[in-house]
C-alpha cells in the first residue's frame, strides 16, 4: 500500500484506550493502534498524535469544581495516555516523544513547533499532551490547532462509530451515513463530530478531517492510503 498524506495528525479518545470496560487503558487496544501506527511510520508518514483523557477523567465531572481546575485534571490525564501510548511505541522500535503544553520537563518536552518539526524530520512519532494547555478548550479542538501548526496533511478522528450520520445510529437504525459534509453543515447544523472551535479552525485553516470507526480493521492504514472509508470533512 502507498500512502496518500506525508504527514497526519491522529486525534484518539481517551476512551477509544479503555476498550470495552469504559475506563483505564486497555491493552489490546493500544497494541492494535500501536501496529496500525508502525506500518504507516514504516511507510515513512510523519505522524503526531493527540490523545484525549476522558478514560480517566473528564472536565464536566467535576460539576461543584472549579472550571479551571476540573480541565487542568483533564490535561493531566492526557499525559497520563500519552505516556503509556509512548512506551507502547518505543517497546515496538518506534522512535517517540511526548510534548506537553504545560511545562513538567521532569516527564516530557514543552511543546515547540520547531522541535516536533525535528523530530519528524528524524523519524520520530510525536505526541502533544495537555490539550491547548488552557482551560475550556477541548482536546478535538487542540488536535485541530495542532494540526494546523504542523500543516497536517489530514486529521484522523478515530471514533466509536464509524462516520457521521444525521442522527444517532444506534437509536435510529435508518440513520444516513454521510460519505462527505462539509464544514459549514457540520456547524450550521451543530453536528457533533467535533466542537465548534475545532471545526472553524480547521475550515479557515482548509485542514481536511477524515472521521471514522478506531474498530475498524487497519482504518489508520486504510486512511492514510487515501481508501474511502469514514467521513471526509473539508471546504469542498
Not at 97 to 120: C, D, G, W, Y
Request: with cysteine.
Amino acid at each position: 500500500m502507498t500512502p496518500k498524506y506525508k504527514r497526519v495528525l491522529i486525534k484518539l479518545s481517551g476512551e477509544a484506550l479503555a476498550g470495552p470496560q469504559g475506563h483505564g487503558l486497555d491493552e489490546s487496544v493500544i497494541s492494535k493502534v500501536v501496529e496500525q501506527i508502525k506500518t504507516v511510520h514504516d511507510m515513512g508518514v510523519q505522524v503526531a498524535l493527540v490523545i484525549g483523557g476522558g478514560n480517566f477523567w473528564r472536565g464536566r465531572q467535576g460539576k461543584q469544581m472549579d472550571r479551571t481546575t476540573a480541565d487542568h485534571m483533564g490535561m493531566l490525564a492526557t499525559v497520563m495516555n500519552s505516556l503509556a501510548m509512548m512506551d507502547a511505541l518505543e517497546q515496538n522500535g518506534i522512535p517517540t516523544r511526548v510534548q506537553t503544553a504545560l511545562i513538567m520537563t521532569s516527564l516530557a518536552e514543552p511543546f515547540i513547533l520547531r522541535k516536533t518539526l525535528n523530530h519528524f524530520e528524524k523519524g520520530r512519532v510525536v505526541i502533544i499532551a495537555c490539550g491547548t494547555g488552557s482551560p475550556y478548550f477541548s482536546t478535538d479542538t487542540a488536535g485541530a490547532l495542532r494540526a494546523c501548526e504542523i500543516q497536517a496533511d489530514l486529521l484522523l478522528m478515530a471514533k466509536n462509530i464509524d462516520g457521521i450520520y444525521d442522527s444517532d445510529p444506534k437509536l435510529n437504525p435508518n440513520a444516513k451515513k454521510y460519505e462527505h459534509i462539509n464544514y459549514i453543515d457540520i456547524i450550521n447544523n451543530g453536528i457533533k463530530v467535533m466542537d465548534t472551535t475545532a471545526a472553524t479552525m480547521c475550515m479557515e485553516n482548509d485542514i481536511p478531517v477524515l472521521a471514522f470507526g478506531l474498530d475498524e480493521k487497519n482504518s489508520i492504514i486504510r486512511a492514510v492510503c487515501g481508501e474511502k472509508l469514514g467521513t471526509l470533512i473539508d471546504n469542498k
